[in-house]
């Protein structure tokens, strides 16, 4: 919870860039959000997405919008579209700064000769093996490839002829020539290119060789004149490597500053976890209601407004730390009790039969769909004989502190009359059927004219009018608050590509909620609802906020997802601490 300490909005980047316009160390504020299209955004990536544009636009900057793209394997057209729509949906614009990676590739290059030419990038015949094996260890020194000394002329061929794609996978790198000793592992004569005969999702095959993204990263910012480049921790030890390139190769220096990436409880924040999920089916894909993703959450109902509420409170710091989920679900909660409308519906339905309404009549009464906005109007809700209230509604044996309906009780059905159950009907088995009860017509609206008073309300749906309604409950995807607990083989993880391969064993799936979804079909919704759009948002009144879903909702099939519950558990939590 250390991750939102400062709740004035300021934090330590903030400060530094303060600082150096201040004393004129830099004129600028460009930053730049630098997706690898890889899989979807998560709600770390809004994390970075609300720091990088809400500095820009703070300092009155810009911020560029950059796909990271220098891996062919993993890379898609798909990915760059979601990534695209995500950051739209947050709020921010990039305007006319879109960039790749994949279209420096010419310029990496050139620069990759150019440290050829100055001796200071060597084309080495190691295999990836015997490259690590010769790295050395973190007490022990690496050593130098019998390749490290090649002439500058045996360079440039062989790099051309990688190039050329003359040669197989795996058999060749450019790598640079730094220090094997250093006790920085990165500048261990990392790798700059390797041979790839693939298929670049924008490039095709133009290209038989591929940059690092230790070799693109740094100078893409540099291409872009990006004054403030900010990564998560874990790009701290590669910083000295970005400068080293940067400085041997006399170009633009950006300032790269590192802050904590976002971990949140009872889910992963890794788009090869992420994936994994989508591959195996443990859900129904990227952007299923129950996942962290930007097309998850969305989908699931919570407003952009909220998401970057919540990346304004959590802050940003230089220590790891792992967020609740229930202050996101807080920031959504206060979000949608301003904006949402309400309605009603009954989720586990019992019918009420009011007996004294005459047979085949209905009226109309008036409902306030937003108690705080008031530009949101009025409705109608359609009354009649027969209704349906939730089933908990109702105790044949309350306790005293129950105020809801109980026989010979009267209780409030909300923007409508008083009633008072007479009778209880069961099934053979003893199953309550219905409920049979008696209104006071005088008390229509909710109010008594002889000021008696009733200590309950219900909300209630007239059974002639309603419609059915599938209703999607979610809860938790991960049993633990660190689903991860297990699986630390992944730590220290950086970069991309080849940190990538081989880890993550199946650790944190064994700890996935089986539970994390009932689907509903018995749900009775109040008649508008069937007029809602996809994606719309709404309060079910005592029941919590919902969404009409993206996908499977139309007139003729309502299907609503639970965005999140009334009950804030983030007020409780609060209190404890
Ligand atoms: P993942 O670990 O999920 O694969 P990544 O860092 O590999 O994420 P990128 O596409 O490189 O994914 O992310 C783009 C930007 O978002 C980077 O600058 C990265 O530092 C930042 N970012 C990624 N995850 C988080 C997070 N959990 N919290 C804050 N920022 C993040
Ligand atoms: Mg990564």
């Known amino acids: 919870m250390s991750d939102h300490a400062e709740p004035s909005g ?165 790598r640079a020539k730094i220090d094997m000793a250093s006790g920085n592992f990165n500048m261990r004569d990392p790798v700059m290119y390797r041979i790839l005969h693939a298929e670049h999702y924008r490039r095709g095959k133009e290209w038989a060789i591929y940059p690092t993204y230790d070799f693109a990263h740094g100078q893409s910012d540099s291409l872009e004149g990006v004054t403030y480049s900010l990564c998560t921790l874990e790009f701290e030890d590669h910083r000295p490597l970005y400068d080293w390139f940067i400085e041997n190769l006399e170009i633009f220096p950006s300032r790269q500053i590192e802050f904590a990436r976002l971990n949140l409880s009872h889910t992963v924040l890794s788009k090869r976890k992420l994936k994994k999920l989508v591959e195996e089916g443990h859900v129904s894909g990227w952007d299923d209601p129950r996942m962290p993703t930007l097309s998850g959450i969305r989908r699931r109902g919570y407003p952009p407004a909220a998401v970057r509420d919540f990346c304004n409170r959590i802050g940003v710091a230089k220590a790891d730390s792992r967020v609740d989920l229930a202050l996101l679900e807080h920031c959504v909660r206060q979000e949608l009790n301003r904006s949402a409308p309400r309605r009603m519906a009954v989720l586990d339905p019992i019918k009420v039969v009011i007996e004294n309404y005459p047979e085949g009549q209905s009226e109309e009464l008036e409902a306030i769909n937003n108690p705080e906005d008031e530009s949101a109007g009025k409705r109608k809700v359609p009354f009649s004989r027969e209704l349906w ?178 009950r804030d558990t983030w007020a409780k939590i609060q209190k404890r601490s």
């Open 10 to 174: 300021s934090h330590f980047i903030k400060s530094i860039i303060a600082e150096e316009l201040a004393a004129g160390k830099r004129k600028v504020v460009h930053t730049r959000f630098p997706p690898e299209p890889n899989g979807y955004l998560h709600i770390g990536h809004a994390k970075a997405i609300c720091l990088n544009f809400g500095l820009a636009e703070e300092f009155g900057g810009r911020c560029n919008l950059r796909f990271d793209d220098s891996n062919p394997l993993t890379e898609r057209q798909e990915y760059v579209d979601s990534i695209r729509e995500d950051v739209r949906w947050l709020g921010f614009d990039w305007e006319d700064r879109e960039f790749y990676a994949s279209d420096y590739f010419e310029q990496l290059h050139e620069w990759a000769l150019d440290l050829i030419r100055k001796g200071k990038a060597y084309v080495d015949d190691l295999t990836a093996d015997e490259i690590r094996e010769y790295r050395g260890t973190l007490t022990r020194p690496g050593r130098d490839s019998p390749h490290r000394d090649r002439s500058i002329e045996e360079n440039l061929e062989l790099f051309e002829a990688m190039k050329r794609g003359d040669f197989p996978e795996g058999s060749k790198v450019l």
């Open 389 to 566: 209230i939730e089933r908990d509604d109702f105790m044949e044996d309350p306790p005293k502190k129950f105020f809801r309906l109980g026989p010979g009780r009267e209780v409030r059905l909300r923007w409508a009359y008083f009633i008072t159950c007479n009778e209880v009907v069961k099934d053979e088995v003893g199953k309550i059927v219905e409920l049979h009860c008696s209104y006071d017509p005088e008390t229509r609206g909710g109010q008594a004219p002889d000021g008696r008073k009733v200590r309950g309300t219900i909300h209630w749906v007239s059974a002639e009018h309603s419609i059915p309604l599938e209703v999607r409950l979610y809860d938790h995807l991960f049993t633990k608050d660190d689903p991860d607990q297990s699986d630390r083989a992944d730590k220290g993880e950086a970069g991309k590509g080849e940190a990538d391969q081989g880890q993550g064993g199946g650790g944190f799936l064994d700890n996935l909620n089986h539970d994390s979804v009932t689907i509903n079909t018995n749900a009775q919704g109040e008649p508008s609802l069937a007029e809602a759009a996809p994606g719309q948002r709404f309060q079910f009144e005592r029941r919590g906020y919902f969404c009409a879903d993206s996908k499977d909702h139309s007139a003729g099939h309502a299907v609503f997802n639970r965005t999140v519950t009334l």
